[in-house]
């Protein structure tokens, strides 16, 4: 039973722990995800060859730094995402991020199951002639997505352990044949993007920020079955600083030799059906894992149910509404996203500045019902990401950070360990 127990109440144990490849594997999964090669092929198409690498390079560095923080404390604690925050937002007040954490998430499964279908449905009947309604396409697949999430951690290596290595054979042969077809690297490095399309540096720095850490701040949600608190740094690193900017590599190559963004466009292009759908398969199967996975744990710390369960309500609700969520939700989604960055900053300020590295052993441990401070200094985090120039999303990390330190130095706090019983 314990192999099966995804201890969303409480640390997981250290008999409990894997292995670094296995959870490297389980990060690749999370960050190979379509929505990174499309952002990448906007990128390509906008920037010089150079100042694409360097968007990206350093982008994802600071994702792949950002992230390496969160996951050494998820391994050196063993709790998830939304028991690190009862330490800085408090029992209740730990609600409200794993509400916008869990919620963003569902969306984003319900938008990756649209995501899979509408251009499957496309592909089979220009190729193939084949006439298949879009709605069985996404019951299909938002079950199937759902199913293997019941499994939890196990099902989500043994899934990265296939897609993983699949998508970047496949992807970057993709990417050989789109090469040759430009003429070599050399060609490639020629490639001037169009007045209309031309992106500014900072904002294509944002755009390779933003597009994972949302994502990126659930880190401990996986990392916490580490063995070793630097092991996670360098799992960390690997997922984001390698992993997503392979992802972005793959979509500004296809981008640039077909015009398409979408990698499992520019792979029909290529002649490639079979490779396209198995590889938008896979990819977008194990980011939606991981995202019902994550939200499951999210909400469980809210109602105290098992994660599992809200696991597959939270899929079958995503598969339910995945065409309207597809067509309407984007936007709001994006938005929800910019309020999440904040978290990560408080959560990592509570451990390293606050704390200093030193939490209550969790079942001992005696929490405040709300801590104002964190609340307020998410505000000023969205506040900053918003006003202050440079980037967005570093800005409200930062400033959530920051805000944090100084409201706990300024107001009158008990100390993290509470002297007020949990409610919970």
Not at 382 to 393: F, M, N, T, Y
Request: proline share 3%.
């Amino acid at each position: 039973m314990a192999a099966q127990n995804d201890y969303s109440l409480g640390p997981v144990p250290k008999s409990e722990r894997k292995g670094f490849i296995a959870l490297s594997l389980v990060m690749l999964g999370l960050t190979f995800f379509s929505a990174s090669m499309w952002t990448g092929g906007t990128l390509g198409t906008g920037l010089s060859y150079d100042d694409f690498f360097y968007a990206v390079l350093l982008g994802n560095l600071i994702l792949g730094i950002y992230t390496a923080f969160l996951g050494y404390i998820g391994t050196k604690t063993g709790l998830s995402t939304h028991l690190l925050a009862r330490y800085s937002f408090g029992t209740k007040g730990s609600y409200i991020p794993s509400i916008l954490l869990g919620g963003t998430q569902v969306g984003w499964f319900g938008v990756g199951v649209a995501m899979f279908a509408l251009p499957v449905q496309k592909a089979l009947l220009g190729e193939m002639g084949v006439v298949l309604d879009v709605n069985t396409i996404i019951v299909i697949a938002g079950l199937l997505m759902t199913v293997t999430v019941y499994f939890g951690i196990s099902a989500l290596m043994v899934l990265s352990f296939v897609a993983v290595p699949a998508i970047a054979i496949l992807g970057g042969y993709s990417v050989y044949l789109a090469v040759n077809d430009l003429g070599g690297i050399t060609e490639m490095q020629k490639i001037v993007p169009a007045v209309d399309k031309k992106i500014d540096f900072n904002t294509a720095l944002a755009l390779v920020i933003g597009s994972f850490i949302s994502a990126g701040t659930l880190t401990a949600d996986f990392v916490r079955f580490g063995r070793k608190p630097m092991a996670a740094v360098a799992i960390t690193l690997i997922a984001f600083f390698i992993g997503n900017s392979l992802m972005f590599i793959f979509g500004a190559a296809g981008a640039a030799a077909t015009g398409f963004a979408d990698i499992s466009d520019v792979m029909m292009t290529q002649g490639l059906l079979i490779p396209a759908i198995i590889v938008l398969g896979l990819n977008i199967w194990t980011t939606n894992d991981n995202a019902l996975y994550a939200s499951g744990l999210g909400f469980s710390n809210v109602t105290g149910i098992d994660s599992k369960k809200l696991a597959m309500i939270n899929g079958v609700i995503g598969t339910v509404f995945a065409l309207w969520l597809y067509n309407n939700f984007v936007g709001w989604l994006s938005f929800l996203s910019a309020a999440i960055p904040p978290i990560g900053g408080v959560l990592i300020a509570d451990y390293f500045l606050i704390h200093r590295g030193k939490y209550a052993e969790f079942a001992k441990a005696e929490f405040e019902t709300i801590r104002w401070q964190a609340l307020i200094a998410v505000a000023a985090g969205i506040a900053a990401g918003q006003l202050l120039p440079g980037v967005v999303p570093v800005n409200a990390v930062i400033g959530g950070a920051i805000a944090y330190f100084v409201c706990c130095k300024v107001m009158a706090s008990k100390s993290i360990n509470a002297t007020k019983k949990s409610d919970a």
